[in-house]
């Protein structure tokens, strides 16, 4: 039998305006859990969602994001980012080495609110399901032009994905664009 081994800035990579998803280990190499490396870029919320069957692992590696994993004492259809869970849990600024584990059937998101992009290692059980969902997501993007939520919607119900607040790619606007009123200068 013979493992795997992925050097570094290796796999195969999807590139998108909204991310890079590189595939680390997948079903069709034998793996059950699939493994990616994932860069957030800023503006970038995947939005709070739940799973019924899947679990994940996230593992921050560079940068920051704003990770939740618990169910809210209410749930709002706009954001997730002000939830708070029944016991008083909020949102989490979370930095390198940074660690979330989602079971199945626990709302979660995560979003790049800074102005850096953020790296981490995603994995998810069982395989395919998110690989199939990177790969379609990819062709939506690729698409140009808005996102459309129903094509997104749909996608999602596929792979068990049930969205709660939507996902949203607002990059920001680079400061030397704006007018110097803006930029506080």
């Known amino acids: 039998m013979t493992g795997l081994i992925v050097p570094p800035g290796q796999g195969r990579k999807l590139i998108t305006k909204a991310q890079e998803v590189t595939f680390k280990a997948t079903k069709a190499q034998g793996s059950a859990i699939s493994v990616f490396e994932v860069v957030v870029p800023p503006g970038f919320d995947v939005g709070a969602h739940v799973h019924k069957d899947s679990q994940e692992f ?73 690989e199939f969902y990177f790969e379609e997501i990819a062709e939506i993007w690729a698409a140009g032009g808005p996102v459309d939520p129903e ?35």
Request: aromatic share 12%.
């Open 58 to 130: 996230f593992y921050v590696l560079e940068g920051e994001l704003q990770i939740l994993a618990f169910e809210p004492a209410l749930r709002t259809g706009d954001a997730w980012h002000d939830w708070q869970s029944p016991d008083g849990d909020k949102a989490v600024r979370a930095t390198e080495g940074a660690f979330m584990f989602v079971p199945p059937g626990t709302p979660h998101a995560f979003r790049n609110a800074s102005d850096e992009p953020a790296r981490m290692l995603f994995q998810c059980y069982p395989s395919p399901y998110h």
């Open 151 to 185: 094509a997104v919607e749909q996608m999602r119900r596929r792979y068990d994905v049930s969205q709660i607040t939507p996902l949203r790619y607002d990059p920001p606007t680079p400061t030397s664009s704006r007018p110097a009123t803006e930029r506080g200068v």
